[in-house]
């Protein structure tokens, strides 16, 4: 059993073992938890060993010396900050963090920015549901997607891995939290930036911008903090139907301030007044009657514009489209992006203004078949249509001839000829005259033979009597042939001398009469005849040969007298 002595000595051997381990290494051993410095001493692999001035060297991993993918830059002597997470592991070892130690002076620098409300910089490197990371020089920040960029961005590639400004909104040590925002640095730059350029803006300032977003009627273009409207007419000099033919969202365009309102900071902004005009000189360069060769670039009711060079449009309207097609759409005609050849008709180049030909560029179908066919040619076509008029013959693909009804036949009447003709006949008939300003060709069918009462017409003279034959008995008088081919007529107070005797129902169908010609319609092919007429006549040149009534002779008796004497001149 041990002494007293013995136990005494034992206790103090051990006070002064603990009084040498304080002095050594302090009476606080509560390292765990905090930063120290340590002094590299050398490096095994891929850790390098640190003494931190304790009973044991620490090791730290290499890859807490350099971002993932880079060299770390570390070597023996190096002086580094290290965050002590246990004072001693089960190996005796004190197990040391680079990162740790990064983060918390991260932490430490970012709490005081923070309450200063300074920026801070830091790195995207990760996306997460919601938003992205950022590295803040050790300490990992949350970016919602809401506050990447001042308008929503599709790829944040670009962003991703460069040094970037960050506004810090929210920290909380306790949760390790911290929420930034880039939205809030550029709003800021921004109304930085529209300041200063809303105060040095003037009308003819050429600026840089980015189409920012794109409507029906324009685009916006953000020139650095204020945006501008660039519309569709100001973009080209070319027609532009919509602006998303010529822009695209993010795309950096050059543009010229055209009007600045101060008051309600309205800018307007072009695009076509940086190019030069196509329109100088463009009435040298487009003579009238001269043919040149374009596209179609928009259809409208009333016409279709012709593009002839980049920002130089003309207009060929409805009515110069086609020589033969009437009332038809323009698109039923050309195509838009059609090429197409066009005459120039005229040229106001004060108001931009080219009136085009379309029909003018191809041969007038009317004069070509006036070169082929003069009047008198005899031609063939296919009945396309019938009208109460006449017929209308195929000549050319798109050119009808007309027959009149009265050019069917010598011989029957219209109507009735009329009635021998169906659509889709195919016809001869020769060409009387063409009119090619109001486009129009006669056509005759009964031309094609020699008119039979052409030498009758040409034998009968006004005031001859001639012998008829009733052909028709009317209420108004009788109809007559003459040598059996032309027509004549005889009013009903023509009939007879004496009123008693005008009646057409004394006249039967097949009779001959002769009667005294008063006129002669060579076009209408009809004489105009009168029977009393005739008998006045006998009964004058009776009264002069063979006497008057006042010799104490009858009108009987002097009439039967002519009679006799004529009718014995006839027997001999």
Same mark, same amino acid.
């Given at each position: ?267 307007? !902004?072009?695009?076509? &007044?940086? /190019? %030069?005009?196509?329109?100088? *000189?463009?009435?040298? =360069?487009?003579? +009238? ?122 011989? !029957?009447?219209?109507? &009735?000829? /009329? %009635?021998?003709?169906?659509? *889709?006949?195919?016809? =001869?008939?020769? +060409? ?122 009858? !009108? ?5 007298? %002519? ?10």
């Amino acid at each position: 059993m041990a002494s007293a002595t013995t136990l005494d000595r034992g206790a103090a051997a051990g006070e002064d073992f603990a009084s040498l381990l304080d002095a050594t290494l302090g009476a606080d051993t509560g390292f765990a938890g905090s930063v120290v410095t340590g002094k590299v001493i050398r490096i095994d692999d891929d850790v390098a060993v640190v003494d931190v001035g304790l009973k044991s060297e620490g090791r730290v991993p290499l890859r807490e010396f350099a971002p993932q993918g880079q060299k770390p830059e570390v070597k023996p002597g190096d002086l580094i900050e290290l965050f002590v997470e246990r004072y001693e592991d089960r190996d005796g070892s004190i197990v040391l963090s680079r990162e740790k130690a990064r983060r918390e002076e991260a932490w430490t620098n970012l709490e005081k920015q923070f309450q200063a409300g300074v920026r801070v910089n830091g790195v995207i490197f990760g996306r997460v549901k919601g938003g992205f990371t950022v590295d803040l020089g050790g300490a990992v920040a949350f970016l919602p997607g809401s506050q990447v960029d001042i308008r929503p961005v599709r790829d944040v590639g670009p962003l991703m891995g460069s040094p970037q400004p960050f506004q810090i909104l929210k920290m909380d040590r306790a949760r390790g939290n911290i929420v930034v925002s880039r939205r809030a640095v550029l709003e800021e730059t921004r109304a930085e930036q529209r300041s200063e350029l809303i105060q040095g803006l003037k009308e003819g300032m050429v600026l840089d911008g980015v189409v920012k977003n794109i409507t029906d009627y324009g685009a916006f273009v953000d020139l650095g903090g204020v945006d501008g409207l660039l519309h569709v007419t100001d973009i080209a000099w070319r027609r532009i139907n919509h602006p998303s033919e010529a822009l695209t969202i993010g795309q950096p365009v050059k543009v010229q301030v055209i009007r600045f309102n101060p008051e309600t900071q309205r800018i307007s !902004l072009g695009m076509k &007044q940086l /190019m %030069a005009d196509p329109w100088e *000189g463009v009435a040298a =360069k487009y003579p +009238v009657q001269g043919k040149f060769s374009g596209r179609v670039t928009n259809i409208t009711d009333y016409g279709a514009f012709v593009e002839l060079e980049p920002g130089v449009e003309g207009l060929v309207h409805v009515s110069e489209m086609s020589w033969t097609k009437k009332n038809v759409h323009p698109g039923k005609i050309v195509a838009t992006s059609q090429e197409v050849e066009v005459v120039i008709l005229d040229v106001d180049e004060p108001k931009r203004r080219i009136s085009l030909g379309l029909k003018q560029a191809q041969g007038n179908p009317w004069e070509v078949f006036m070169e082929q066919n003069p009047p008198g040619t005899i031609v063939e076509g296919e009945i396309r249509n019938i009208t109460e008029f006449g017929l209308f013959v195929g000549l050319a693909p798109e050119i009808d001839g007309m027959v009149h009804m009265s050019d069917l036949s010598w011989d !029957l009447s219209p109507e &009735q000829a /009329m %009635a021998n003709y169906n659509k *889709g006949d195919t016809v =001869k008939a020769k +060409v009387l005259d063409i009119d090619i300003e109001k486009e129009r060709i006669s056509l005759g069918i009964k031309q094609l033979e020699a008119d039979p009462a052409a030498e009758v017409l040409d034998r009968v003279r006004k005031g001859e009597v001639v012998t008829c034959v009733v052909t028709k008995v009317e209420a108004n008088g009788i109809e007559v042939k003459v040598d059996e081919v032309l027509t004549g007529f005889i009013r009903r107070a023509e009939l007879a001398r004496d009123r008693n005797d005008q009646r057409p129902e004394k006249f039967a169908i097949g009779e001959k009469v002769d009667a005294k010609v008063t006129a002669v319609d060579r076009a209408a092919r009809r004489l105009a005849l009168t029977i009393k007429g005739k008998e006045i006549e006998e009964e004058r040149e009776a009264v002069k040969e063979f006497g008057t009534s006042d010799s104490g002779a009858s !009108l009987g008796d002097i009439l039967g007298a %002519a009679i006799r004497r004529r009718n014995l001149s006839s027997d001999e």
